[in-house]
């Protein structure tokens, strides 16, 4: 098959099936894992308990326990997708912005806007 080309029917279940063959031969995560590391957007699809023992996820510390005052138990909760360590100041500081292990600078300062 060429480049470009229109895919008839039976070629198209073709290729499907060929995929479906290669995918049947490794667990999700090690597919996942693989294919973004040669480019490729892929990302293995689970319950949602297999998000607790997701590697990236537990190495970000994405969840929280927090007490449930109604169980009287702790909880995991998912944490914030980012979180401030260092809020602009009047000085002049930037601030500096975490999303995940990535660092965002901030503005150098905030404006406050009064309406009268």
Not at 50 to 77: C, G, I, K, M, W
Not at 79 to 85: D, E, L, R, V, Y
Request: net charge negative.
């Amino acid at each position: 098959m060429t480049v470009g080309k229109t895919c008839s029917i039976s070629e198209l279940s073709h290729i499907e099936a060929v995929i479906e063959r290669f995918f049947l031969t490794a667990s999700a995560q090690d597919l996942m894992e693989d294919g973004q590391a040669r480019g490729l957007a892929i990302m293995a699809l689970g319950k949602a308990g297999d998000l607790l023992s997701d590697p990236q996820l537990t190495a970000e510390h994405f969840f929280t326990s927090l007490r449930h005052q109604d169980l009287n138990d702790a909880v995991l909760y998912p944490g914030a997708p980012g979180w401030m360590t260092s809020p602009a100041t009047r000085t002049g500081s930037p601030s500096i912005f975490w999303v995940g292990r990535f660092r965002i600078p901030g503005p150098t300062r905030f404006t406050c806007w009064s309406v009268s």
